[in-house]
Each structure stands twice: as structure tokens, then as C-alpha cells.
């Protein structure tokens, strides 16, 4: 069932999390009553999708009752305050069981959050339990050997992408206005996608990263260090940009993190310069693409010309096919020594991508060359976005899919390797680039397409404000679900 939005005082997750937290400060809805709306949701609709893998509602309950006694004494709680979020498995939660969608971590339980649980948290933001992802986010799917697969809330045969798989479905679902995911090759962006919500993966850096990937307490853990963003999912950008004004700025914890450019990272198309300089692709030069999506972000680029008076051009970085390069990167990025000694010990199977990559042997040299490859595709980047602020593509060359699989096997009638759908993102991770993926409608049996947006080094606020043109070109109809 596609239903239109409910009126905004039906329910408090009719409202978008910057709403809702202004809608607390006001005292309009109680704490209490917003993390008792979002648990009468989870219960009512996440029983077919499986989008939390573990729920904290006693503890929910517990930090909402807190912060309505500090409202009463007139206490301030935070730009997130009261605000319902749901955290990705593959980050840590103090206190609360944390799987990483793995047989080896089954029951582990965290002593420490991660710098951004801490941030929301501090922030007032209420978590409500850790959704479900693909194993250690191998793959960007939704289904791993120890949960029920998730399901895409438009369709729940299909899968809504990952590895932020149970994250992008509980903000499709409307269960939570706010999520994190992690991107280390598309993990936001894509099931931001194929669920028909915004995701972004910000600048490298800008939102820091600690414990979950990076300490030698967690044997096979430890991965993705060089190409690894935590990054919102929301209905809209400006949530999106608000939850950033939270999550980003340096820590210790995080030797690449960057300064914090400014406390409030909300903003609109006044940000954008006069005439913005956009380029867009379809296929990259190489990608096989659906042909309904290729004529969607197609579209979208001309009606987002038009709307910013500005030239837009069929243009792409000669990149060309990365997936074996940055396939090489993740082997070099894992812990494969820790896994496979975990694995004896616990003896645990891996399973999927993850599997094979454990297994196989690698070479120094394949490392090196691939170290050079990444090198030459920065330098093709920065010289292109040298002529080009923002560069269009599809986020993912095909809609939704069947559960339980980690790719189609066709796509525009053509026989394709399980990784040719997710053509489009490994790029920003590569490049540390920002980027993000905006709704722009639906194929024609209605699942969603998004319009991956990729800016210049270090251009996030660019990359929201133009999403948030994007977002006017393309507004909201519908959600999946029952009505609130």
C-alpha cells in the first residue's frame, strides 16, 4: 500500500526530524509519546521487513522519560532532542548488542559507542535499537547468516539495497526520521536508492569513525580504513544536514578527521553559486543501465538545468571500470589474518563476497598496482570537477531487485556480473569526494530511482543544497505502508 502523508499533527512521525525536534523543544509532543509512536510503528510494520535486527525499547523509553523531566526544568537537550534514530549493526553501541550481521560477533555487546552514537546521543537523539546490514557490509545487499533479510518497504519481495540495508528501510517505512548507515563503496547512497530516501556520504573525514572500524579489540573489524564514511539517512537533505551539524568536526579517536567548518550545516539553494556548472552521465563510459533509469536521471539533469539557469553537459571522468581495483583496496583494507582466526576459533563459516575474499591469496603487487589505479583516478577527478562543480549519474543502474541475491543477473536485457548495478558509487569512496543520492520518481511498477550527486573536494554543503533544488523539482507523494 502507497499511501499519501498524513496531516503533521496525526502522528509525530508525520514530521521530519528537524520538525519533530522543534516540535519537542515546544512542547507540542512530549518525548515519551514520539519514542511510543515510533515503537507502535516497528511493531505494526517491521514484522514482514526486518529492518531492526535488535530493538533497545525499554532504553528508549528510559532516555525519553529523562529528557522531558530536564524540558520540565526548563534544561536545553540538544538540536536533536526527542528525535527517534535507528544506528547500522556495523556500528558500535554501548551496552547494546552490536553483530556487525556476523555469526562471529553474535553476542557481542560493545563497552564503548562509537564517536557518533556519542554525538547523537549528546545531541538528545533517542536510539531506538541497530538495523540490519549485509556481513561486515560485504555486499550491497540486505541479507547476512544471522537475521531475517530485509525487505524493500515499496516492496517487500525486493531487496532496499545495503549494506545500510535496515536503516534506509526503517526511513522508508517512516518507523524513524533519522538513520546512520556506513559507505565504504555505495553503502548509504544505494539503499537510498532503491528505498526512495536521501542518503549522503560526506567528504572524507567530516564525520569520524571510531570504534567500530578501527581497534584492534575487534578481530576482523578493523577494515575499510581508507575508504570507510558514516553518513544520514533521512526523508529529506535538510535532515540530512542537520543530523551532519551534529556528527561531523575532529576527534582524537579519528587521525583523519577534519576541523568542523561551521556549528549548522543547513542550507538551500541560496548556497549554490549563480550559475552552477553541472555535468551528468548515464553510464560512466562503460556501465550497463536500465533503461527507465537512464531516462529518468537524464531528465532530472535538464529540469535541474532549467531550474538553476545553467548549462548542463554529458560529461564523465574517464575513469572507467573500478570494481576490481577497488575490490583489491577492500582485500588490503581487511583484517583477513583476524577473520579467518575468529572464524576457526568460533568455527564459524563466512559466507558470500566476504568469503571469497578471505580466501583467496593476494599479492603485494596487486595491492601496489592498486594503490597506483587509485591514485591516477583522484587526479582524473580533481581535474575534471576543475570545469564542473557538481557531476550527475544514476546512484544505481537498476531499481530494486529480488531478496537474497547480490545483484541481478540481467539488466536492460543484457547478462551482467552480479556487481555491474552499483557501477556509479565506488568513485566518492575512492576519492573521498561527497556525494549523495536524491528521490526523482519511480519506474513505471513503482519502484524508486534515485539521482546519485557527486561535488568538488570537500563541497558538502554544495552537494545539500543542490539535492534540496533536486527535492523541489521532485516532491514527495507517497510512502509505502500503512498510514500513520
Not at 278 to 296: L, P, Q
Request: proline share 7%; glycine share 10%.
Amino acid at each position: 500500500m502507497h499511501e499519501t502523508p498524513a496531516a503533521d499533527d496525526a502522528s509525530p512521525l508525520a514530521l521530519d526530524a528537524g520538525a519533530l525536534a522543534q516540535a519537542v523543544r515546544e512542547r507540542r509532543w512530549r518525548c515519551t509519546e514520539v519514542v511510543a509512536a515510533a515503537l507502535q510503528r516497528i511493531g505494526a510494520v517491521d514484522g514482514s521487513l526486518h529492518a531492526f535486527c535488535t530493538l533497545d525499547a525499554d532504553a528508549a523509553m528510559a532516555q525519553a522519560e529523562a529528557l522531558d523531566a530536564r524540558l520540565a526544568a526548563g534544561e536545553r537537550i540538544g538540536a536533536l532532542g526527542g528525535v527517534p534514530v535507528a544506528i547500522k549493526d556495523l556500528i558500535c553501541t554501548k551496552g547494546l548488542r552490536s553483530t556487525f550481521g556476523s555469526r562471529l560477533y553474535a553476542d557481542f555487546v560493545p563497552e564503548e559507542d562509537d564517536v557518533v552514537v556519542e554525538r547523537l546521543r549528546d545531541a538528545g537523539a533517542v536510539v531506538l535499537g541497530k538495523t540490519n546490514t549485509s556481513e561486515f557490509g560485504y555486499g550491497a545487499v540486505g541479507h547476512n547468516p544471522l537475521f531475517s533479510t530485509t525487505r524493500n518497504p515499496w516492496n517487500p519481495a525486493l531487496t532496499p539495497g545495503g549494506s545500510s540495508a535496515g536503516s534506509a528501510a526503517a526511513v522508508a517505512a517512516r518507523m524513524v526520521p533519522l538513520a546512520l548507515g556506513s559507505d565504504g563503496g555505495g553503502s548509504v547512497r544505494i539503499p537510498a536508492s532503491l528505498s526512495g530516501v536521501f542518503g549522503i556520504k560526506p567528504s572524507w573525514g567530516r564525520v569520524p569513525v571510531y570504534p567500530g572500524c578501527r581497534d584492534e579489540r575487534y578481530p576482523g573489524i578493523s577494515s575499510w580504513e581508507s575508504l570507510e564514511h558514516i553518513g544520514p539517512l533521512t526523508r529529506h537533505a535538510a535532515d540530512a544536514a542537520l543530523a551532519l551539524s551534529v556528527l561531523c568536526g575532529p576527534t582524537p579517536r579519528d587521525r583523519f578527521s577534519l576541523p568542523a567548518e561551521s556549528p549548522d550545516w543547513r542550507t538551500g539553494p541560496e548556497s549554490l553559486p549563480d550559475a552552477p556548472r553541472v555535468a551528468f552521465s548515464v553510464d560512466m563510459g562503460h556501465a550497463v543501465v536500465d533503461a527507465e533509469v537512464c531516462t529518468a536521471v537524464e531528465a532530472a539533469a535538464r529540469r535541474l538545468g532549467d531550474a538553476l539557469g545553467a548549462a548542463v553537459q554529458q560529461r564523465h571522468p574517464e575513469i572507467g571500470d573500478t570494481q576490481a581495483m577497488f575490490e583489491t583496496l577492500v582485500a588490503m583494507d581487511t583484517d583477513r589474518v583476524g577473520l579467518k582466526e575468529l572464524a576457526l576459533r568460533k568455527r564459524v563459516t563466512l559466507t558470500g563476497w566476504l568469503a571469497e575474499l578471505v580466501a583467496r591469496t593476494w599479492s603485494g603487487d596487486e595491492f601496489s598496482a592498486a594503490l597506483m589505479a587509485r591514485k591516477r583516478i583522484v587526479n582524473l577527478a580533481w581535474r575534471f570537477f576543475e570545469g564542473f562543480d557538481f557531476l550527475l549519474t544514476p546512484t544505481t543502474a537498476t531499481p530494486a531487485f529480488a531478496i537474497d541475491v547480490f545483484g541481478p543477473s540481467h539488466i536492460d536485457g543484457r547478462p551482467v556480473p552480479p556487481t555491474a548495478w552499483i557501477a556509479f558509487s565506488a568513485l566518492a569512496n575512492l576519492t573521498g569526494l561527497p556525494a549523495a543520492s536524491v528521490p526523482i520518481g519511480f519506474t513505471a511498477d513503482g519502484r524508486p530511482i534515485g539521482l546519485q550527486i557527486l561535488g568538488r573536494h570537500l563541497d558538502d554543503r554544495g552537494v545539500l543544497a543542490l539535492a534540496s533544488v533536486v527535492e523541489r523539482l521532485y516532491p514527495r507523494e507517497r510512502w509505502p505502508g500503512p498510514a500513520l
